[in-house]
Protein backbone atom coordinates (compact mmCIF):
# COMPACT_ATOMS: atom_id res chain seq x y z
CA UNK A 1 0.00 0.00 0.00
CA UNK A 2 1.44 3.27 -1.25
CA UNK A 3 1.75 5.92 1.93
CA UNK A 4 -0.46 8.92 1.51
CA UNK A 5 1.83 12.12 1.20
CA UNK A 6 1.99 14.61 3.28
CA UNK A 7 0.83 18.08 2.18
CA UNK A 8 4.10 19.42 1.88
CA UNK A 9 5.13 16.57 0.09
CA UNK A 10 2.05 17.33 -2.54
CA UNK A 11 2.62 20.49 -2.92
CA UNK A 12 6.80 20.12 -3.53
CA UNK A 13 5.44 17.35 -6.28
CA UNK A 14 3.22 19.45 -7.60
CA UNK A 15 5.96 22.32 -8.03
CA UNK A 16 8.32 19.85 -9.32
CA UNK A 17 5.63 18.86 -12.27
CA UNK A 18 4.70 22.36 -13.02
CA UNK A 19 8.44 23.18 -13.14
CA UNK A 20 8.82 20.31 -16.07
CA UNK A 21 6.06 21.08 -18.34
CA UNK A 22 3.49 18.42 -17.13
CA UNK A 23 0.81 21.58 -15.47
CA UNK A 24 -2.31 20.45 -17.83
CA UNK A 25 -4.24 17.61 -18.35
CA UNK A 26 -4.47 16.22 -21.78
CA UNK A 27 -7.41 13.66 -21.89
CA UNK A 28 -10.86 14.68 -22.07
CA UNK A 29 -12.00 11.64 -20.01
CA UNK A 30 -10.35 9.26 -17.65
CA UNK A 31 -8.98 5.75 -18.46
CA UNK A 32 -9.74 2.83 -16.50
CA UNK A 33 -6.72 1.24 -16.34
CA UNK A 34 -8.28 -1.54 -14.03
CA UNK A 35 -10.93 -2.77 -16.57
CA UNK A 36 -10.86 -6.29 -17.96
CA UNK A 37 -9.74 -6.11 -21.79
CA UNK A 38 -12.03 -7.49 -24.29
CA UNK A 39 -11.21 -10.92 -25.96
CA UNK A 40 -8.55 -10.41 -28.83
CA UNK A 41 -10.91 -9.60 -31.48
CA UNK A 42 -8.62 -12.51 -34.08
CA UNK A 43 -9.11 -15.30 -31.63
CA UNK A 44 -12.33 -16.68 -33.44
CA UNK A 45 -10.42 -16.75 -36.60
CA UNK A 46 -7.47 -18.08 -35.81
CA UNK A 47 -9.57 -20.87 -34.07
CA UNK A 48 -11.67 -21.73 -37.55
CA UNK A 49 -10.11 -23.86 -39.44
CA UNK A 50 -8.21 -22.90 -42.55
CA UNK A 51 -8.56 -24.64 -46.12
CA UNK A 52 -4.73 -25.46 -48.04
CA UNK A 53 -4.20 -23.02 -50.59
CA UNK A 54 -1.04 -22.19 -52.94
CA UNK A 55 1.22 -19.36 -51.54
CA UNK A 56 0.95 -16.20 -52.58
CA UNK A 57 3.41 -14.19 -54.17
CA UNK A 58 5.39 -11.79 -51.75
CA UNK A 59 4.21 -8.40 -51.70
CA UNK A 60 6.65 -5.96 -52.48
CA UNK A 61 6.25 -2.05 -51.13
CA UNK A 62 6.49 0.75 -53.59
CA UNK A 63 9.28 2.99 -53.12
CA UNK A 64 7.94 5.94 -51.85
CA UNK A 65 9.88 9.33 -51.58
CA UNK A 66 10.87 10.35 -47.92
CA UNK A 67 7.67 13.25 -47.66
CA UNK A 68 8.99 14.52 -43.93
CA UNK A 69 9.42 18.05 -44.48
CA UNK A 70 12.77 19.88 -43.51
CA UNK A 71 11.69 21.76 -40.69
CA UNK A 72 14.62 24.39 -41.42
CA UNK A 73 13.46 25.06 -44.96
CA UNK A 74 9.42 25.30 -43.53
CA UNK A 75 11.09 28.09 -41.46
CA UNK A 76 12.90 29.76 -43.91
CA UNK A 77 9.60 30.32 -45.97
CA UNK A 78 7.21 30.94 -43.38
CA UNK A 79 10.19 33.85 -42.27
CA UNK A 80 10.33 35.31 -46.15
CA UNK A 81 7.06 35.15 -46.59
CA UNK A 82 6.16 37.58 -43.51
CA UNK A 83 5.87 41.23 -44.56
CA UNK A 84 6.10 42.84 -41.05
CA UNK A 85 6.46 42.07 -37.72
CA UNK A 86 2.78 40.91 -37.05
CA UNK A 87 2.74 38.67 -39.57
CA UNK A 88 5.88 37.15 -38.74
CA UNK A 89 4.33 36.67 -35.00
CA UNK A 90 1.40 34.88 -36.78
CA UNK A 91 3.77 32.86 -38.56
CA UNK A 92 5.80 31.44 -35.80
CA UNK A 93 2.63 30.91 -33.65
CA UNK A 94 1.42 28.41 -36.22
CA UNK A 95 4.49 27.36 -36.90
CA UNK A 96 3.84 23.48 -36.22
CA UNK A 97 7.71 21.96 -36.70
CA UNK A 98 9.01 22.88 -33.50
CA UNK A 99 8.13 20.34 -30.16
CA UNK A 100 7.95 22.95 -27.71
CA UNK A 101 4.98 24.52 -28.75
CA UNK A 102 2.95 21.50 -27.60
CA UNK A 103 3.91 22.10 -23.74
CA UNK A 104 3.97 26.08 -23.79
CA UNK A 105 1.07 28.34 -23.32
CA UNK A 106 1.86 31.32 -25.20
CA UNK A 107 4.40 31.82 -27.92
CA UNK A 108 6.33 34.39 -26.93
CA UNK A 109 7.43 36.70 -29.70
CA UNK A 110 8.53 40.82 -28.61
CA UNK A 111 8.25 43.06 -26.17
CA UNK A 112 9.40 47.01 -26.17
CA UNK A 113 9.90 49.40 -29.01
CA UNK A 114 9.72 48.30 -32.98
CA UNK A 115 12.24 50.77 -34.13
CA UNK A 116 14.71 50.74 -31.44
CA UNK A 117 18.10 51.26 -31.92
CA UNK A 118 18.91 48.09 -29.88
CA UNK A 119 17.67 45.15 -30.31
CA UNK A 120 18.32 42.21 -26.96
CA UNK A 121 18.31 38.90 -28.17
CA UNK A 122 17.77 35.96 -25.40
CA UNK A 123 17.59 32.02 -24.95
CA UNK A 124 14.15 31.28 -24.44
CA UNK A 125 11.07 31.65 -22.29
CA UNK A 126 10.85 31.19 -18.86
CA UNK A 127 7.94 29.80 -16.90
CA UNK A 128 6.85 33.60 -15.98
CA UNK A 129 7.59 35.02 -19.45
CA UNK A 130 5.12 31.76 -20.53
CA UNK A 131 2.57 32.69 -18.72
CA UNK A 132 2.63 36.26 -19.74
CA UNK A 133 3.37 35.95 -23.45
CA UNK A 134 6.17 38.16 -23.23
CA UNK A 135 10.20 38.08 -22.94
CA UNK A 136 12.50 39.15 -19.68
CA UNK A 137 9.58 39.69 -17.23
CA UNK A 138 11.01 37.50 -14.61
CA UNK A 139 12.98 38.13 -12.09
CA UNK A 140 16.44 38.07 -14.80
CA UNK A 141 14.22 40.39 -16.57
CA UNK A 142 13.38 42.86 -14.12
CA UNK A 143 17.39 42.56 -13.37
CA UNK A 144 17.98 43.47 -17.01
CA UNK A 145 15.25 46.52 -16.89
CA UNK A 146 17.57 47.80 -13.69
CA UNK A 147 20.68 47.67 -15.89
CA UNK A 148 19.22 49.42 -19.17
CA UNK A 149 18.07 52.12 -16.71
CA UNK A 150 21.53 52.66 -15.04
CA UNK A 151 22.43 54.13 -18.84
CA UNK A 152 19.14 55.57 -19.61
CA UNK A 153 17.08 53.46 -21.53
CA UNK A 154 14.09 51.16 -21.16
CA UNK A 155 11.92 49.11 -23.49
CA UNK A 156 8.79 51.80 -23.83
CA UNK A 157 11.43 55.07 -24.13
CA UNK A 158 9.90 57.74 -26.77
CA UNK A 159 13.39 58.39 -28.23
CA UNK A 160 13.97 55.13 -30.43
CA UNK A 161 17.87 56.35 -29.17
CA UNK A 162 17.24 55.08 -25.99
CA UNK A 163 14.57 52.42 -26.38
CA UNK A 164 14.94 48.47 -26.66
CA UNK A 165 13.43 46.06 -28.88
CA UNK A 166 13.66 42.83 -27.09
CA UNK A 167 13.39 38.69 -28.55
CA UNK A 168 14.57 35.41 -28.12
CA UNK A 169 16.30 33.26 -30.26
CA UNK A 170 13.15 30.23 -29.34
CA UNK A 171 9.50 31.84 -29.19
CA UNK A 172 8.78 28.74 -26.42
CA UNK A 173 9.63 27.70 -23.42
CA UNK A 174 11.56 24.36 -23.04
CA UNK A 175 10.30 22.43 -20.50
CA UNK A 176 12.09 22.90 -17.17
CA UNK A 177 13.95 25.84 -18.15
CA UNK A 178 16.21 23.43 -19.55
CA UNK A 179 18.79 25.14 -22.42
CA UNK A 180 17.62 25.09 -26.05
CA UNK A 181 19.85 22.55 -28.44
CA UNK A 182 21.56 23.42 -31.20
CA UNK A 183 18.46 21.71 -33.73
CA UNK A 184 16.23 23.86 -32.01
CA UNK A 185 18.03 27.08 -32.50
CA UNK A 186 18.59 25.99 -36.00
CA UNK A 187 15.41 25.51 -36.63
CA UNK A 188 14.23 29.01 -35.66
CA UNK A 189 16.86 30.66 -36.54
CA UNK A 190 15.64 31.92 -40.01
CA UNK A 191 12.46 33.12 -38.15
CA UNK A 192 14.93 35.66 -35.90
CA UNK A 193 17.00 36.43 -39.10
CA UNK A 194 13.48 37.78 -39.96
CA UNK A 195 12.95 39.56 -36.81
CA UNK A 196 16.05 41.49 -37.11
CA UNK A 197 15.38 42.33 -40.82
CA UNK A 198 11.94 43.76 -40.15
CA UNK A 199 12.35 45.74 -36.97
CA UNK A 200 15.77 46.68 -37.84
CA UNK A 201 17.91 47.73 -35.12
CA UNK A 202 21.24 49.50 -35.25
CA UNK A 203 23.19 47.34 -32.77
CA UNK A 204 22.12 43.74 -31.22
CA UNK A 205 23.14 42.59 -27.76
CA UNK A 206 23.22 38.85 -27.60
CA UNK A 207 22.17 37.67 -24.08
CA UNK A 208 24.29 34.82 -22.99
CA UNK A 209 25.62 31.35 -24.55
CA UNK A 210 22.46 30.40 -26.45
CA UNK A 211 21.97 33.50 -28.60
CA UNK A 212 25.84 34.23 -29.03
CA UNK A 213 26.51 30.45 -30.54
CA UNK A 214 23.49 30.45 -32.41
CA UNK A 215 24.63 33.78 -34.28
CA UNK A 216 28.43 33.61 -34.04
CA UNK A 217 29.21 29.66 -33.85
CA UNK A 218 31.02 27.83 -31.32
CA UNK A 219 32.12 29.35 -28.08
CA UNK A 220 31.27 30.22 -24.21
CA UNK A 221 29.79 34.09 -23.47
CA UNK A 222 32.61 34.58 -20.82
CA UNK A 223 35.35 34.32 -23.66
CA UNK A 224 32.91 36.67 -26.00
CA UNK A 225 31.52 39.07 -23.59
CA UNK A 226 32.63 43.12 -24.24
CA UNK A 227 33.71 41.98 -27.67
CA UNK A 228 32.00 43.55 -30.25
CA UNK A 229 31.58 41.65 -33.29
CA UNK A 230 28.95 41.56 -36.35
CA UNK A 231 25.82 39.62 -36.09
CA UNK A 232 23.44 39.82 -39.29
CA UNK A 233 25.06 42.37 -40.76
CA UNK A 234 24.70 44.46 -37.67
CA UNK A 235 27.19 45.07 -34.61
CA UNK A 236 26.78 43.01 -31.88
CA UNK A 237 27.58 43.09 -28.59
CA UNK A 238 27.99 39.54 -26.53
CA UNK A 239 26.85 39.65 -22.49
CA UNK A 240 25.92 37.33 -20.05
CA UNK A 241 22.18 36.88 -19.47
CA UNK A 242 20.51 38.30 -16.04
CA UNK A 243 20.04 34.74 -14.95
CA UNK A 244 23.50 34.73 -14.54
CA UNK A 245 24.48 37.78 -12.63
CA UNK A 246 21.49 36.55 -10.49
CA UNK A 247 23.61 33.50 -9.58
CA UNK A 248 27.19 34.91 -10.07
CA UNK A 249 26.78 38.61 -8.14
CA UNK A 250 30.36 39.15 -8.64
CA UNK A 251 30.35 39.15 -12.39
CA UNK A 252 27.89 42.25 -12.23
CA UNK A 253 31.47 44.52 -12.43
CA UNK A 254 32.00 42.87 -16.32
CA UNK A 255 28.36 43.85 -17.37
CA UNK A 256 28.33 47.20 -16.11
CA UNK A 257 32.03 47.68 -18.45
CA UNK A 258 30.14 46.25 -20.89
CA UNK A 259 26.80 48.14 -20.67
CA UNK A 260 29.17 51.50 -20.93
CA UNK A 261 30.64 50.00 -24.18
CA UNK A 262 27.31 49.76 -25.23
CA UNK A 263 26.37 53.06 -24.09
CA UNK A 264 29.47 54.61 -26.16
CA UNK A 265 28.95 52.92 -29.37
CA UNK A 266 25.57 54.40 -29.26
CA UNK A 267 26.46 58.34 -29.26
CA UNK A 268 28.94 57.43 -32.16
CA UNK A 269 27.74 58.79 -35.50
CA UNK A 270 26.66 55.66 -37.92
CA UNK A 271 26.78 51.78 -36.79
CA UNK A 272 30.03 51.16 -38.33
Not at 240 to 258: F, I, M, N
Request: aromatic share 4%; with cysteine; net charge neutral.
Amino acid sequence: MIPALDPQAALAALAWQIGMGADEAICDAPVNRFAAPGPPAVAAARAAPVAAEAPAPPVVAPQVADSTPDPVAAAEAAARSAPDLAALAAAMAAFPHCALRQGARNCVFADGRPGARVMIVGEAPGSEEDQRGLPFVGRAGQLLDRMLAAIDMRRDHPDPGRAVYITNVLPWRPPGNRTPTPEECAMMLPFLARHVELAAPDILVLMGNTPTRALLGPGGILRRRGIWVRALDRPALPMVHPAYLLRTPSAKREAWTDLLSLQARLRQPGDS
